[in-house]
């Protein structure tokens, strides 16, 4: 039987200036919600013509680069997650978004399947230590039942993409990002407007989330991952296990060292057209 998780929490994203002509609204990351394991941080931000927002594209000791003058990038989503050292995500060289249709390619909701499984349409991403990531999109009012009963592919399985299913759903964090327009979550009466978070409960009887759109032209962002069962230090976009670590990246970022070498020198192309 499929049983909803409920809503806990709710954060509005408030629209913020940042960097040179950039609006962000940040969710996960922000004083109403600093710590959802695994993730991080939730931008949405809109950026306009010629703008720059300032901030790296990666953690983890990752090279330092920062986001150039976009010209054609204007509004866009950027999520942060914690992985345990080891976690990988596998994908195809080339690939494209495959697209759920919960009631038939003429109905009314249709789930871009990012990463993860949805309606027996399921992503060439494989999250290993990773997140499920659905945009979900309502042309009509109406109801689906995402399933959050999630999975882990057998190794010898990986390049056939078949998979050994394991369920684990009620260990798994999960939130819903609403985009544009409104919707209700289970049996709530209620609607919630855009720009919210709603963070879901992870009770064992429950193995997806019902999402209802109020009004036509809904879209949603619906994201889970596996909890990281580690202490996370973070700074910034630096993210390490303990506050020495976190010093010594800081170190190596200001020094150009131990692939930080183009953090300071690096421009991107497209920063000149």
Known sequence: MSVSRSVIKKVLAVETPEGDGALVRRSIGSMGLKNLTPFLMLDHFHVSKGARLEGFNGCVRAKGSFTPKCPFIRKALQILVAFSFGSICQNNSKWSIPTAYPDGLNG???VKVISGSSHGVE???RPLGGCWFFHVIFDKKSTIFQDIRLYRAHESLYAHFDLQRIFIASSWTS????LKGSLTIGSETLPHQSFNTLVFSNS???TGVSISAAEDKTEVILVAGEPLDQTVFQY???VMTNREEIQKT???YQTGRNGFEK???WKSKIAHE
């Open 250 to 252: 800081l170190i190596d």
């Open 236 to 238: 910034g976009p630096f």
């Open 204 to 206: 064992a009887n429950e």
């Open 263 to 265: 953090a300071h020198t």
């Open 123 to 125: 992503s060439p991403v």
């Open 108 to 110: 009314p909701v249709k």
């Open 175 to 178: 939130f819903l990002y609403i």
